[in-house]
Every structure is written in C-alpha cells, then in structure tokens.
Nanobody, 116 residues
Framework: VQLQASGGGLVQAGGSLRLSCATS????????TGWYRQAPGKQRELVAS???????NYADSVKGRFTISRDNAKNTVLLLMNSLKPEDTGVYYC???????????WGQGTQVTVSS
C-alpha cells in the first residue's frame, strides 16, 4: 500500500495550494480518504475527509476555504486550499481508512507553510 502526497510548499497568507495524494495497492472504493495535519507541538488533526460516495467532512477551521475531492478512476485524493492562514501551517498527511475494519494507511506527509 502506498499513499504519495505532493503539492505542499510556502505561500503567503491569502494564497492557495493544492495537495494531491496518489494511492496504490488498495481497493479505492472500500476506503474513506482524507487529509490530516500536524502543527509543531500539536496533535495530528483531521482537516477533511471524503467517502467513496462523495460525502465530505471538514474541520470547522477550514470550512468554506478548503475543498476535498477524489477521483475514483485515478485513485487520487485532492485538497484545494484557498484563503490560507498562518495557522494552517503544518505537515499534511494523506489518509486512507478501510471502511470494513477502520484500519488506517498514511502517506509520508507534505509541508505547508503559510507566511503572514
């Protein structure tokens, strides 16, 4: 199983980034996918998730600014982040959770830094 995240970087406040996660080795339709982030000194937290049927869930702090989507044909998950704030800074991890057992698979993380 591999989850390959990409698209992080340095951006000014108010800017945008798009994160992409390419998955392999899983039956994509059996997994809920999402993005988590971890800021320095803080616990990892859910940013957004999306089921195979397209049901989305967002952290309150990103609602209206971030959009998660998935391409079931390409086994990829995208996170479009607009109106970025310095508090969005952190390492963003792609996640795939097997709906049958709840087992989690993680990508390697990609750094997002938002400067003020």
């Amino acid at each position: 199983v591999q989850l390959q995240a990409s698209g992080g970087g340095l951006v000014q406040a108010g800017g945008s980034l798009r994160l992409s996660c390419a998955t392999s080795g899983i039956i994509f339709s059996l997994f809920t996918t999402g993005w988590y982030r971890q800021a320095p000194g803080k616990q990892r937290e859910l940013v957004a998730s999306i089921t195979s049927g397209g049901v989305t869930n967002y952290a309150d702090s990103v609602k209206g600014r971030f959009t998660i989507s998935r391409d079931n044909a390409k086994n990829t998950v995208l996170l479009l982040m607009n109106s970025l704030k310095p508090e969005d800074t952190g390492v963003y991890y792609c996640n795939a959770r097997w709906v049958l057992t709840g087992r989690d698979y993680w990508g390697q993380g990609t750094q997002v830094t938002v400067s003020s």
